[in-house]
């Protein structure tokens, strides 16, 4: 069994579970920058899954393009939401402010936080998975 696909099958999987948690059950409306963000993860639930699955070592080379991208737009996310400065610049105009803390944890732990960690979770995993092979 490869491990590292496991772990990041997992963290994907339960990061899809709670966005979803966070939408359906706590009417929580999701801001332009956390769609992006569930765009890039929603689909690593489910290619990792797969790939899982069929014992698909090479799954990496597809899904490491969106867990890159995952930390970079989670990561503007976190900044936007944690740096005034940063707020002047943001691109969320109608809807839900992409600053607006719906939850902040501990004073630092946000939803755009935990999607960072989680990108960069599954990063990590991807690479060794690359390393492996």
Known sequence: MNKPLLFSWL?????TLGSLYFI???????CTLCWY?????????VILGIAFYRNDWKIYIYALP????????SGYHTALQK???LQQFEKCQ????CSKDYLNWFGFITIPMMAFVAFTMITISLVILARKN
């Open 37 to 45: 963000q569930r765009i890039l993860m929603y689909p690593l639930a």
């Open 11 to 15: 963290v994907a999987l339960i990061s």
């Open 24 to 30: 359906e059950v706590l009417h929580y409306a999701p």
């Open 94 to 97: 109608t809807g839900i402010p």
């Open 83 to 85: 740096i005034p400065y």
């Open 66 to 73: 969106l867990s890159i991208l995952g930390i970079i737009v």
